[in-house]
């Protein structure tokens, strides 16, 4: 049987939302957003060798099955729609923490439909590929365009934006908050007005979220306290991270480095095209040998 060389490692970014208005509910309970999504140069890397099986397998270091990953559901998805007949091992290498709000899942499910794409000669356009990642979540359509997105609808429709970069504090209180609870708590708002990416440009930025999951969460009502003490943070997505923007890699070490001992969190650096892009658009990376 042919060996195949192996691809990576593929970087995974994670995402920030740095404003996220909730402006109506569809009859079927999704939620209608306006959300501005900016990458972080913080990610999870993926590696890819080609099997001649069919068969589609994922090794990593999550416990839970594989079968429930979002990269499976992804290959299988790409597999299946354009009858591949190649199978595909895996290997994740998980940086990102889970459930935090910065998409790292979402991503995975992304990296894995453009480098499949890739690999198995689908030549699938980005718009067809966002489309299929509609259906794994929300969030993987802008994961798929790769660039900073003013987003509407359920996340689908999206419009790139260039924005400022700055240095980021991300804290990661140590809760994990179920984005579907989130949307099912009564007392969340859902009617904020719609308005245009010219005035929300220049608004006040806030998450319709971080109200009722800072009142569910200690942790993340704590974390946010203590952070806006050094500059204006929000809650990214449906938590449970929280960030604040700085101007230089220092200045966000040096508060980094005073949190309290019980929050986690990270220092990285705004991106208006995804890591992964970037990467993309070299094909050298495209072999390498190092990765299992
Ligand atoms: C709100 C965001 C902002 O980035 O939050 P995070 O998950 O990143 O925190 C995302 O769009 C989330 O996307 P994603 O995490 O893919 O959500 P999904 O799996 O599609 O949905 C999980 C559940 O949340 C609810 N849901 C999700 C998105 C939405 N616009 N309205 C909803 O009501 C639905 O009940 C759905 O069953
Ligand atoms: N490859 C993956 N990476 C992370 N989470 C995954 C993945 N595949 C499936 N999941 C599921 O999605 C949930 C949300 O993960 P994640 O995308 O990290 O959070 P969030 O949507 O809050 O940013 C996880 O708790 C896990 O059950």
């Not at 700055?166 to 908050?177: G, I, K, R, S, T």
């Not at 006040?204 to 946010?224: M, R, S």
Request: net charge negative; proline share 5%.
């Amino acid at each position: 049987m042919t060996q195949h060389p192996i691809s990576g490692p593929w970087l995974s970014p994670a995402k920030l939302n740095l404003f996220l208005y909730i402006t109506g509910q569809r009859d079927n309970g999704y939620h209608d957003l306006q959300t501005l999504f900016q990458f972080i140069d913080c990610c999870d890397q993926l590696y890819f060798q080609l099997t001649d099986d069919g068969v589609i397998n994922l090794e990593s270091q999550l416990d839970f099955p594989a079968e429930d990953n979002l990269i499976v559901k992804a290959a299988r998805l790409l597999q299946q729609y354009c009858a591949v007949s190649r199978g595909v091992n895996i290997k994740l290498d998980k940086q990102l923490p889970m459930g935090g709000g910065i998409g790292g899942g979402s991503s995975n499910a992304a990296t894995a439909l453009l480098v499949l794409n890739r690999l198995w000669q689908c030549d699938l356009s980005l718009t067809e590929l966002a489309q299929l990642g509609l259906q794994l979540g929300a969030d993987v359509p802008i994961f798929i365009h790769g660039h900073s997105a003013f987003a509407e609808g359920v996340g689908e429709q999206i419009q790139a934006v260039d924005i400022d970069d700055p240095w980021y504090v991300v804290l990661h209180p140590d809760v994990h908050v179920s984005t579907q609870s989130v949307f099912g708590h009564p007392e969340l708002p859902r009617n904020t007005p719609k308005r245009t990416w010219q005035q929300l440009l220049n608004d006040n930025w806030q998450n319709d979220c971080q109200e009722i999951v800072a009142k569910v969460y200690p942790e993340v009502a704590q974390a946010l306290s203590w952070l806006v003490e050094y500059a204006p943070s929000r809650m990214t997505g449906t938590g449970s991270c929280v960030f604040a923007a700085f101007a230089t890699e220092r200045e966000a070490l040096s508060v980094l480095n005073k949190r309290p001992k019980n929050i986690s969190g990270f220092v990285c650096k705004a991106c208006n095209q995804s890591p992964l892009h970037r990467q993309l658009a070299n094909e050298k990376t495209l072999l390498n040998t190092a990765g299992f």
